[in-house]
């Protein structure tokens, strides 16, 4: 290696690059690290957790074991501040700068692989260990880039930096869902799966926690697939493994425990604000804030409305990752029939949001062939505590969704249900009872006598806007037909249909009724 790539702080304190091949290198990502560090070694200081503030405690730290020199690597671009560079010649220890490209190669894939499993261990023991951080340190140390695509916790996981931007997404999901599709007994840990797309190379290992595979973790490398499958690499590899499963396993554990706590709260748990705000800050949770509830279910097609369909995990998965694709930053909650979302509010405008939201049943649609789905939408509520009345408009919004509009709106808002949530909050009152009774239940009557089909004729002329050649055309029949069987409806009810207040009574009777029949049964 040239020794021009290190820049030092002094060149009279400068090591001849033979002598830094024949010492011990080591390099120590963690403040007041490097418990593997001997008296005589030369240490290299990545950036990734050591803070400006950081820098000097560190370099107190290996002063104390008496190092030979320390060189910090930088990004490109960066400059060392001057009270570091002080600090360097004060301790008389000769100090360098320089970036990790150019002293890689310093390393032989042994030691390198050494590295990077002495600091994977000092992490798990320190407050900057996560997923990203584990990544970060990774492909920082070997040159790689590494994406996990998780099942479990809904979103693909990265350090959030490439080399090169990508003109276009490997297809990371087909690829982890190849993966994890395998047969058991095809599945192997530690043996890569090669992939390629744009002219990269990508290897994809199963990440299993308690015998489930949770996710799956890509390397973006230039490395032969013989280095990967070296001695030297495959001693890395478990341990790599070891430590994202460990991760991943307290991380679900985590997200179990805010699920619960947050089960609690749209259920209605708790009788004051006081003992929630406590526990809202045990998670990490902000307790003032505008949010609202959606909720997504889906349904095999030709399913009966009313009807609880059971989704099977396996779609629970799939789906959670695509609604994290489109909403990255809401909390989804399984419920068996239903997956229910917890949206912050922002400067985000409604019709973005609505569009949004068709975009993301149609993506879901296309993902489960001969399932429909649709979304119920609450009002914004601006605390913690109220959050319950917005899981009951949500969970009401997308019920009444499926019994009125079934296949014809797959989403729909509070504010598109006004008059169907008015009439359920007041369905006890006994002025609506008098207004069904004197409108669909004379009808219901009549057809039940007569063996008649008015009841269905109404639906047809509700359903089409009164438009009589549509509604004709939906009951198969003549529009003269059509117009004689209103003529018996306006007999029956004694007031016409060509009046908007007729039209209004006749369709406020017919809401009531699916109300009552439909969705309070379905309750």
């Keep these: 290696m040239e020794q021009a790539k290190i820049h030092w702080?002094?060149?009279?304190?400068?090591?001849?690059?033979?002598?830094?091949?024949?010492?011990?290198?080591?390099?120590?990502?963690?403040?007041?690290?490097?418990?593997?560090?001997?008296?005589?070694?030369?240490?290299?200081?990545?950036?990734?957790?050591?803070?400006?503030?950081?820098?000097?405690?560190?370099?107190?730290?290996?002063?104390?074991?008496?190092?030979?020199?320390?060189?910090?690597?930088?990004?490109?671009?960066?400059?060392?501040?001057?009270?570091?560079?002080?600090?360097?010649?004060?301790?008389?220890?000769?100090?360098?700068?320089?970036?990790?490209?150019?002293?890689?190669?310093?390393?032989?894939?042994?030691?390198?692989?050494?590295?990077?499993?002495?600091?994977?261990?000092?992490?798990?023991?320190?407050?900057?260990?996560?997923?990203?951080?584990?990544?970060?340190?990774?492909?920082?140390?070997?040159?790689?880039?590494?994406?996990?695509?998780?099942?479990?916790?809904?979103?693909?996981?990265?350090?959030?930096?490439?080399?090169?931007?990508?003109?276009?997404?490997?297809?990371?999901?087909?690829?982890?869902?190849?993966?994890?599709?395998?047969?058991?007994?095809?599945?192997?840990?530690?043996?890569?799966?090669?992939?390629?797309?744009?002219?990269?190379?990508?290897?994809?290992?199963?990440?299993?926690?308690h015998s489930f595979c949770q996710g799956v973790i890509f390397f973006r490398t230039e490395l032969p697939s013989m280095y990967l499958n070296s001695e030297t690499y495959i001693d890395i590899i478990p341990f790599i493994l070891m430590n994202l499963t460990v991760e991943i396993d307290k991380r679900i554990n985590s997200k179990r425990r805010k699920e619960e706590f947050l089960w609690r709260v749209l259920f209605g748990y708790y009788n004051n604000d006081r003992t929630l705000v406590g526990e809202a800050d045990l998670y990490d949770i902000q307790y003032t804030l505008n949010r609202f509830v959606w909720i997504l279910r889906i349904f095999p097609d030709g399913i009966d409305a009313t009807t609880n369909y059971s989704v099977p995990q396996v779609f629970v998965n799939r789906i959670t990752n695509i609604i994290a694709a489109f909403f990255p930053k809401d909390v989804s909650i399984y419920d068996h029939t239903q997956i229910i979302c917890i949206h912050v509010k922002d400067n985000e405008k409604d019709e973005s949001l609505t569009t949004k939201y068709n975009k993301l049943i149609r993506r879901i649609e296309e993902h489960l062939q001969g399932f429909s789905c649709m979304i119920g939408v609450s009002r914004a509520y601006g605390n913690l505590y109220d959050l319950k009345k917005a899981y009951n408009d949500a969970l009401f919004s997308v019920r009444m969704a499926r019994l009125i509009f079934k296949e014809n709106k797959k989403f729909c808002s509070y504010d598109d249900l006004l008059i169907y949530h008015l009439l359920y909050d007041q369905v006890d009152n006994p002025i609506l009872h008098r207004l069904f009774a004197n409108t669909i239940k004379l009808i219901d009557i009549h057809d039940r006598d007569k063996d008649d089909l008015l009841r269905e004729t109404i639906k047809a002329l509700i359903e089409h806007n009164y438009n009589m050649k549509q509604a004709a055309n939906a009951l198969n029949i003549h529009r003269n037909t059509l117009y004689q069987r209103i003529e018996k409806i306006e007999e029956i009810l004694g007031f016409s249909l060509r009046s908007s207040r007729g039209r209004l009574v006749l369709q406020l009777g017919e809401t009531l009724d699916l109300i009552m029949k439909g969705f309070l049964k379905q309750e």
């Design 9 to 209: 702080f002094d060149p009279a304190r400068a090591f001849d690059p033979d002598t830094i091949i024949q010492k011990h290198l080591h390099i120590v990502f963690l403040p007041k690290g490097g418990h593997w560090v001997q008296e005589g070694d030369i240490v290299f200081l990545p950036p990734l957790f050591l803070a400006e503030d950081d820098v000097i405690p560190s370099l107190t730290s290996l002063r104390g074991k008496k190092v030979m020199g320390i060189c910090i690597l930088i990004q490109p671009g960066s400059e060392i501040s001057k009270d570091i560079v002080q600090y360097i010649h004060d301790i008389a220890i000769p100090g360098a700068y320089a970036s990790i490209e150019d002293v890689r190669g310093l390393f032989s894939p042994s030691a390198l692989m050494k590295e990077l499993k002495e600091n994977l261990i000092e992490l798990s023991r320190n407050e900057n260990c996560s997923l990203i951080n584990i990544l970060r340190m990774i492909d920082f140390t070997l040159g790689t880039e590494s994406e996990i695509f998780s099942f479990s916790l809904g979103t693909l996981i990265s350090p959030g930096y490439r080399r090169e931007p990508l003109q276009h997404e490997p297809p990371f999901s087909e690829w982890a869902w190849e993966i994890q599709n395998l047969p058991s007994q095809e599945t192997d840990s530690y043996s890569p799966r090669s992939f390629s797309f744009g002219g990269n190379h990508y290897f994809g290992y199963p990440l299993f926690v």
